[in-house]
């Protein structure tokens, strides 16, 4: 459905504009290296002009990618080469790469035939609505009920349906308890590509008759979307959306909560982990606003509970983001690794070198800290700290800054292989660790 904006209760008359839609024209995106602390200071400076996006972390001898807006791009082009700080510009225009990055949706039409002819209308080879995903979890709910169960776990700010889907075959046997992997798409809404990766591994594990005993040996437990309200909003008002979109109680609500951007929590700091501590912002128009309170957001609650309820048998939490090329293993909030970080690190590297074999992507492999940045609150960590489960991994999708948020359809089978053969890898040697 369309999200509609529900009205506040009792109203409330300088309730801020909510776009129709926003527009990156002329936005540029750049890449920039410092090359020594000075350069870094810099370039951080310019990062707090208004309307500038960093996407990727201002760190030494590393790319940073930012965004900036048609008003300071002149300027802060000038400066960079002024300063003889070298940059590239990616893209002049990312409203155009936002068209181009994605199909156009069929017609009524075409959609109601494929519907008839194949059951759902779900592809992978454009980024879906929240609507078809879910159609599409019906559907295999209907057609596999032997191997597909809808579990609903909640409802998002904005009221829409949270279902994992379970996948799994076979009687348990008795004294045995069957291995289970979680895998979660979309905590950020910008990352689309997480969504699809997830819908395609699930689409195998069903739908593929090969995977049969993947299936019967380990139970599966999938939420494509976990974002559902921010993953609606990136598609039709601001495909740069990172949050949620709940929006503070009015006694909470203050000043600042009249510009644009400040609804919604980032997803990835709300969970109850060093909560509120490095790299989460107590800012709520912040891009990495931690909430109010750790879990204070209903998709965290939802999926955080789930998870406990089912700790003693998920061996593996995987959640799917992007973008960067990163295979993140726990400690987030801290240098410190992990008493187990040997392990965790021994069946990433299987994972990813088996990722390198499909058509040669190369994934990064460490902590956050030692690779992006030291952040808290993730949901990563909680899994691994909180409910014991000792396999926890933040996968950074594809690409490593071509496009970015903004990569195209047409890489939702190529990735979605490489990611699935990593996934299958680490699976295989849970079950012979069972
Ligand atoms: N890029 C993700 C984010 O900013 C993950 C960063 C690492 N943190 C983590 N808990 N894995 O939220
Ligand atoms: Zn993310």
Same mark, same amino acid.
């Given at each position: 459905?369309?999200?509609? &904006?529900?009205?506040?209760?009792?109203?409330?008359?300088?309730? @801020?504009? &909510?776009? !129709?839609?926003?527009?990156?024209?002329?936005?540029?995106?750049?890449?920039?290296?410092?090359?020594?602390?000075?350069?870094?200071?810099?370039?951080?400076?310019?990062?707090?002009?208004?309307?500038?996006?960093?996407?990727?972390?201002?760190?030494? !001898?590393?790319?940073?990618?930012?965004?900036?807006?048609?008003?300071?791009?002149?300027?802060?082009?000038?400066?960079?080469?002024?300063?003889?700080?070298?940059?590239?510009?990616?893209?002049?225009?990312?409203?155009?790469?936002?068209?181009?990055?994605?199909?156009?949706?069929?017609?009524?039409?075409? #959609?109601?035939?494929?519907?008839?002819? /194949?059951?759902?209308?779900?592809?992978?080879?454009? %980024?879906?609505?929240?609507?078809?995903?879910?159609?599409?979890?019906?559907?295999?709910?209907?057609?596999?009920?032997?191997?597909?169960?809808?579990?609903? &776990?909640?409802?998002?700010?904005?009221?829409?349906?949270?279902?994992?889907? /379970?996948?799994?075959?076979?009687?348990?046997?008795?004294?045995?308890?069957?291995?289970?992997?979680?895998?979660?798409?979309?905590?950020?809404?910008?990352?689309?590509?997480?969504?699809?990766?997830?819908?395609?591994?699930?689409?195998?594990?069903?739908?593929?008759?090969?995977?049969?005993?993947?299936?019967?040996?380990?139970?599966?437990?999938?939420?494509?979307?976990? !974002?559902?309200?921010?993953?609606?909003?990136?598609?039709?008002?601001?495909?740069?959306?990172?949050?949620?979109?709940?929006?503070?109680?009015?006694?909470?609500?203050?000043?600042?909560?009249?510009?644009?951007?400040?609804?919604?929590?980032?997803? !990835?700091?709300?969970?109850?982990?060093?909560?509120?501590?490095?790299?989460?912002?107590?800012?709520?128009?912040?891009?990495?606003?931690?909430?109010?309170?750790?879990?204070?957001?209903?998709?965290?609650?939802?999926?955080?509970?789930?998870?406990?309820?089912?700790?003693?048998? &998920?061996?593996?939490?995987?959640?799917?983001?992007?973008?960067?090329?990163?295979?993140?293993?726990?400690?987030?909030?801290?240098? @410190?690794?992990?008493?187990?970080?040997?392990?965790?690190? %021994?069946?990433?590297?299987?994972?990813?070198?088996?990722?390198?074999?499909?058509?040669?992507?190369?994934?990064?492999?460490?902590?956050?800290?030692?690779?992006?940045?030291?952040?808290?609150?993730?949901?990563?960590?909680?899994? @691994?700290? /909180?409910?014991?489960?000792?396999?926890?991994?933040?996968?950074?999708?594809?690409? /490593?800054?071509?496009?970015?948020?903004?990569?195209?359809?047409?890489?939702?089978?190529?990735?979605?292989?490489?990611?699935?053969?990593?996934? #299958?890898?680490?699976?295989?040697?849970?079950?012979?660790?069972?």
């Amino acid at each position: 459905y369309d999200a509609v &904006i529900a009205p506040i209760a009792g109203g409330i008359s300088n309730r @801020k504009q &909510i776009p !129709n839609r926003v527009s990156y024209k002329k936005y540029q995106l750049i890449r920039v290296v410092p090359t020594d602390e000075d350069e870094v200071l810099d370039i951080e400076a310019m990062s707090e002009e208004p309307g500038v996006q960093v996407w990727m972390p201002i760190r030494l !001898n590393k790319t940073a990618d930012l965004v900036l807006p048609p008003s300071v791009a002149r300027d802060v082009k000038r400066f960079l080469s002024q300063r003889e700080i070298e940059f590239v510009v990616v893209s002049s225009d990312l409203e155009r790469s936002i068209a181009k990055q994605n199909p156009k949706s069929p017609s009524l039409n075409q #959609k109601s035939e494929l519907k008839a002819t /194949k059951g759902h209308t779900m592809t992978w080879n454009r %980024y879906h609505r929240y609507q078809d995903i879910l159609d599409y979890l019906m559907y295999l709910s209907e057609h596999y009920p032997h191997l597909v169960e809808l579990l609903p &776990i909640g409802k998002t700010s904005e009221g829409r349906q949270l279902k994992v889907v /379970k996948i799994s075959s076979g009687q348990t046997k008795e004294n045995v308890v069957k291995p289970a992997i979680w895998i979660d798409g979309g905590i950020h809404a910008r990352e689309w590509i997480a969504p699809a990766v997830a819908l395609y591994v699930m689409r195998q594990l069903v739908e593929n008759k090969s995977y049969r005993k993947l299936v019967s040996e380990v139970d599966w437990y999938i939420l494509p979307v976990v !974002n559902a309200d921010g993953y609606e909003y990136s598609h039709t008002t601001d495909r740069l959306w990172r949050k949620s979109r709940s929006v503070a109680t009015e006694s909470a609500r203050t000043l600042w909560d009249t510009s644009y951007g400040c609804e919604g929590v980032d997803l !990835n700091r709300n969970w109850d982990w060093h909560w509120g501590g490095v790299g989460a912002s107590r800012d709520p128009c912040s891009d990495t606003y931690a909430g109010s309170r750790a879990f204070s957001e209903p998709e965290t609650r939802a999926v955080s509970d789930f998870l406990l309820d089912h700790r003693d048998r &998920i061996q593996v939490y995987l959640t799917l983001h992007s973008y960067s090329q990163m295979w993140l293993v726990p400690w987030s909030h801290t240098k @410190k690794l992990a008493d187990d970080y040997d392990d965790m690190m %021994y069946l990433a590297r299987q994972a990813t070198e088996s990722i390198q074999r499909v058509h040669g992507s190369q994934y990064q492999l460490g902590t956050s800290p030692s690779l992006l940045y030291a952040t808290s609150g993730g949901s990563d960590d909680w899994a @691994k700290g /909180k409910a014991g489960i000792k396999y926890s991994y933040t996968v950074e999708l594809p690409d /490593k800054g071509v496009y970015g948020f903004l990569l195209p359809a047409e890489k939702i089978v190529p990735t979605s292989k490489e990611i699935f053969t990593g996934i #299958k890898s680490i699976v295989k040697s849970i079950m012979k660790i069972n």
